[in-house]
């Protein structure tokens, strides 16, 4: 069983920037994926970013060249940041994780945070 825990996220005018930071508590595999999932209200779910353990990362065509995701400090850990955040990045933010070798933003995860709100505002 792996805990995410979410932390950052919070209000932002259209062109500003945020950080979102994950921790996995119980890290269970030595290759894994780790990436962020966003849902805005009545529309789907959409991933955003993932990286693997070999730091091998893939974003959704919405963030590329705006957002990046890395490795934290700590084992298990990751960051995203945002640049020239948009009013349709505004969403709730969701930290997720699986073991094994496949990472793709558009992957099925088993392991979800509780999601941090990112609203961005024109």
């Known amino acids: 069983q792996i805990k995410l825990v979410e932390s950052g996220g919070g209000s932002v005018h259209a062109g500003g920037s945020l950080k979102l930071s994950c921790a996995g508590t119980?890290?269970?595999?030595?290759?894994?994926?780790m990436g962020w999932f966003r849902q805005a209200p009545g529309q789907e779910r959409e991933g955003v970013a993932v990286?693997?353990?070999?730091?091998?990362?893939r974003y959704a065509d919405s963030v590329k060249g705006r957002f990046s995701i890395s490795h934290g400090n700590a084992k298990h850990t990751i960051d995203l940041q945002m640049n020239s955040l948009k009013p349709e990045d505004t969403a709730m933010y969701y930290c997720?994780?699986?073991?094994?070798?496949?990472?793709?933003?558009?992957?099925?995860?088993?392991?979800w945070g509780q999601g941090t709100q990112v609203t961005v505002s024109s």
């Open positions: 990286i693997d353990f070999d730091g091998s990362t």
């Open positions: 119980t890290p269970t595999s030595s290759s894994y994926c």
């Open positions: 997720v994780a699986d073991a094994g070798w496949e990472c793709s933003p558009t992957m099925e995860f088993d392991y």
